[in-house]
């Protein structure tokens, strides 16, 4: 008896750091992600020249500019939380591997993140496409997703709300799929904006020129443009779902409240994308707009895992 009460006790605390470190691990991911948007925005890509994993030729830097502090603080915090991924991954393997999706999600982060990290560096060595180098937020998003769902079933949070005992209509099933997919491409448009510099080709809002209503001219308005098109449509979008769930899943909380936090995070994530064009690419707000669809996008993620455990409702 004392032999099985001692082992409770290790097995709760060993739980326990898996359930901090795991939350440490999203913490560092989003790190990662706030930190390529900010080097992309401060155009500090090439802070340690065509150099890597070294900075300007050596291990650590000498010299210390605005883009140098950048580029390679970004480097020292994606090396430092890949270490915490694998780690996680492995400890969350051994530890959960029961759980259906742990495994998945374990080798998705590692994957993603490492996927992302090697793009990163062959731009450095020798330079990317613009619509290559848009992949590399949607990619680390993609890790950053995997990592805050494994972090959510470490929680059991899945258990919390009866994730099994959820019954969702196969409207709001594909609804859940195809706004997330969706979700991508929309951020895809958004990074495109970024790596090819037409955040103020259009320097009106919502139109590229309020006072006339015309065809983009160039490919740079195009990109501009088409951006908006795409976010619009995905407010539009997430407003018919969270109205379609207020009217039909009051009885399910996750589902009713996860769907009100969706669309305000996209009017937010909208907001600041007009107040990026409105304020000249202000720095703050432009890592706010990063912040906010990363945030919709990991908790688009945790509806598609609802949505997979859930029976269907007739």
């Known amino acids: ?17 898996l359930k901090w470190f795991a939350v440490a691990s999203t913490i560092g991911m989003l790190l990662i992600l706030l930190g390529g948007a900010l080097v992309t925005k401060t155009d500090s890509g090439m802070g ?29 915090v994606t090396g430092s939380v890949g270490i915490f991924i694998v780690i996680l991954a492995v400890w969350s393997w051994k530890a959960m591997g029961h759980i259906r999706e742990t495994k998945f999600l374990a080798s998705m982060a590692v994957f993603f993140l490492v996927l992302q990290a090697l793009i990163g560096a062959a ?38 709300f009866d994730a099994d005992q959820l019954r969702i209509g196969k409207r709001l099933k594909w609804h859940t799929i195809g706004v997330s997919v969706y979700s991508y491409i929309v951020v895809y448009t958004g990074a495109l904006v970024r ?36 976010a619009a449509i995905i407010v539009i979008w997430l407003a018919i779902i969270m109205i379609h769930a207020i009217r039909n899943y009051k009885d399910q909380r996750v589902i009713y409240w996860g769907w009100i936090i969706a669309f ?3 009017a937010t994530q909208a907001t600041t994308g007009m107040l990026v064009v409105l304020t000249k690419l202000n720095l703050y707000i432009a890592l706010l ?26």
């Open 1 to 17: 008896m004392a032999n099985n009460y001692k082992e409770g006790v290790l097995f709760l605390r060993y739980h326990k750091y």
């Open 48 to 76: 340690c020249g065509r150099h890597w994993p070294g900075c300007n030729g050596q291990l650590i830097p000498d010299e210390i500019t605005a883009e140098v502090l950048i580029e390679f603080s970004h480097r020292l």
């Open 264 to 266: 305000i995070l996209v």
């Open 123 to 160: 731009q450095v060595l020798w330079g990317q496409g613009d619509f290559i180098l848009a992949l590399h937020f949607g990619i680390s998003l993609i890790s950053f997703a995997s990592v805050l769902l494994l972090t959510l079933l470490i929680f059991e949070v899945d258990q919390k």
């Open 289 to 314: 707009h990063s912040l906010f669809i990363t945030l919709l996008f990991g908790l688009l993620t945790y509806m598609i895992l609802l949505v997979s455990r859930s029976r269907i409702r007739k």
């Open 195 to 230: 790596h090819t510099d037409s955040g103020l080709v259009c320097m009106d809002w919502p139109l590229c020129r309020n006072g006339s209503f015309e065809l983009p001219s160039n490919m740079y308005e195009w990109v501009q443009m088409g951006h908006r098109v795409a």
